[in-house]
């Protein structure tokens, strides 16, 4: 897997065709938006999308955690990260994503 930019990068190439792609930098990473839904965190060499009730349990049961800001300070239990093996899927990551921004409505 690439890190830093190059996987910033690699994460924008994956999610293309999504609708008004855009990163912003927040947390000490990038915040993820579709036009003006944050649906997503960039952290590190880690990808966060945001879930709901209905979402939630694939990224429990595929052994992922909720997001927890640098320092541990706060947790933001509506974003879990995305398995590294479903990042290198496009067309899978792509349905992920369109159901986190759905998620983040």
């Given at each position: 897997m690439k890190t830093g930019k190059a996987f910033q990068e690699f994460v924008e190439e994956q999610l293309d065709g999504i609708a008004g792609l855009r990163f912003r930098r927040m947390f000490g990473g990038h915040g993820i938006y579709a036009?003006?839904?944050?649906?997503?965190i960039l952290h590190g060499e880690?990808?966060?999308?945001?879930?709901d009730e209905e979402t939630r349990t694939r990224?429990?049961?595929a052994g992922m955690?909720?997001?927890v800001t640098p320092g541990a300070k706060k947790s933001?239990?509506?974003?879990?990260?995305v398995?590294?093996?479903l990042i290198e899927r496009a067309k899978d990551l792509?349905?992920?994503?369109?159901?986190?921004?759905?998620?983040?409505?």
């Open positions: 036009n003006e839904i944050f649906f997503g880690r990808l966060y999308f945001r879930t990224y429990v049961e955690s909720w997001f933001v239990k509506a974003y879990y990260e398995p590294t093996a792509r349905v992920w994503a369109r159901e986190s921004i759905r998620a983040a409505k």
